[in-house]
C-alpha cells in the first residue's frame, strides 16, 4: 500500500515500542517519516532502520515538552520534506504509585510529557496543516483513563488527551485537520514490562496474567496498535474526528 505517498508525518516517541512500529508502518506505506524521541540516538537506530528497508526517514532528538526546542523541530521537518500532513503524539512516561504515596514530581512530569507535550506538538504542527487545508492528527491516550489503581497521574493526563482530541477536532475540522485518539489497553512494550517489575513480577508472567482478563486472551503488539494508528492517520478515515478508538482486546 501506498496510503502516505508524497505524505510528511512526525511521530513522537518514536525511538521504541508503539512510535517505532507507527514509524515504521508509515514508511512501509510511503511516507517521509520524522522519527522523533527523547534519546538522539534511539531516533536515529529507528531511522536508519527504515532507511534500510528503503523507507524515507530522519532520527532526531527532542524533548517534547519544550516550546522551542518543539517548534524547531516541526520548523526542521517542514523545511526538509516540504511540509507535515501526519503528527502522531505518542511520546508517555509513567510514574506509578499510589495516591498516598506520589509526589508531585511524578504527578507534575507524568502530566507534561503525556500531555502537555501533545498541546505542543498540535499547537506547532497546526500551522503548517491548516495553511495545507490537510492534516492528520492521532493522539496516543490509553484504557488507564477508565480509571487505573497506582497511576492517578497517568489515568488523568490520558483522560485530558481524550478532551483535548475532542476539542481540537471542534476547532480545527474547518481546515480539513482531524484529529484523533486510540486508546490502548496492555501491549508488551518496555513501559509495560517496567510496571511488571515494578508489581514484583516478571513480563511473562504479567502478560500471561492481563491476557487470562482479556476476551481475546492475549495482550496486543506494537504492530497492532500502529496499524490502527495508520488508518486514523490515512485518507480511509477522511471522515472520522473527534473519536478516541479503544484498542485492548474486547476488554470492558
Given at each position: 500500500m501506498t496510503r502516505f505517498a508524497d505524505r510528511v508525518a512526525v511521530v513522537t516517541g518514536a525511538g521504541q515500542g508503539i512510535g517505532a512500529a507507527t514509524a515504521h508502518r508509515l514508511a512501509d506505506e510511503g511516507a517521509a517519516v520524522a522519527v522523533v524521541d527523547l534519546d538522539a540516538a534511539r531516533?536515529?537506530?529507528?531511522?536508519?532502520?527504515?532507511?534500510?528497508?528503503?523507507g524515507r526517514?530522519?532520527?532526531?532528538?527532542c524533548d517534547v515538552t519544550d516550546p522551542d526546542a518543539v517548534t524547531a523541530m516541526t520548523e526542521r521537518v517542514a523545511q526538509t520534506y516540504g511540509g507535515l500532513h501526519v503528527l502522531v503524539n505518542n511520546a508517555g512516561i509513567t510514574r506509578d504509585d499510589l495516591l498516598f504515596k506520589?509526589?508531585?514530581?511524578?504527578?507534575?512530569?507524568v502530566l507534561t510529557t503525556n500531555l502537555t507535550s501533545m498541546f505542543l506538538c498540535c499547537q506547532a504542527a497546526q500551522g503548517h496543516m491548516v495553511a495545507a487545508r490537510y492534516?492528520?492528527?492521532?493522539?496516543l491516550g490509553s484504557r488507564s483513563a477508565l480509571g487505573n489503581r497506582g497511576q492517578a497521574?497517568?489515568?488523568a493526563a490520558k483522560a485530558g488527551v481524550q478532551g483535548l482530541t475532542a476539542t481540537l477536532a471542534v476547532e480545527l475540522g474547518p481546515?480539513?485537520?482531524t484529529v484523533n485518539a486510540v486508546a490502548p489497553g496492555y501491549v508488551a512494550t518496555a513501559m509495560t514490562a517496567a510496571t511488571a517489575q515494578r508489581v514484583g513480577s516478571?513480563?511473562?508472567?504479567?502478560?500471561?496474567?492481563?491476557?487470562?482478563?482479556?476476551?481475546?486472551r492475549r495482550v496486543a503488539q506494537p504492530t497492532e496498535i500502529a496499524s490502527v494508528i495508520a488508518f486514523l492517520a490515512s485518507d480511509d478515515a477522511s471522515y472520522v474526528s473527534g473519536q478516541t478508538l479503544y484498542v485492548n482486546g474486547g476488554a470492558r
Open positions: 531516533a536515529e537506530t529507528v531511522a536508519g532502520k527504515i532507511a534500510a528497508a528503503g526517514a530522519v532520527g532526531i532528538g506520589m509526589s508531585l514530581p511524578a504527578w507534575e512530569s492534516g492528520r492528527i492521532v493522539n497521574n497517568y489515568a481546515f480539513n485537520v516478571t513480563p511473562e508472567d504479567h502478560q500471561r496474567m492481563v491476557a487470562e482478563h482479556t476476551p481475546l
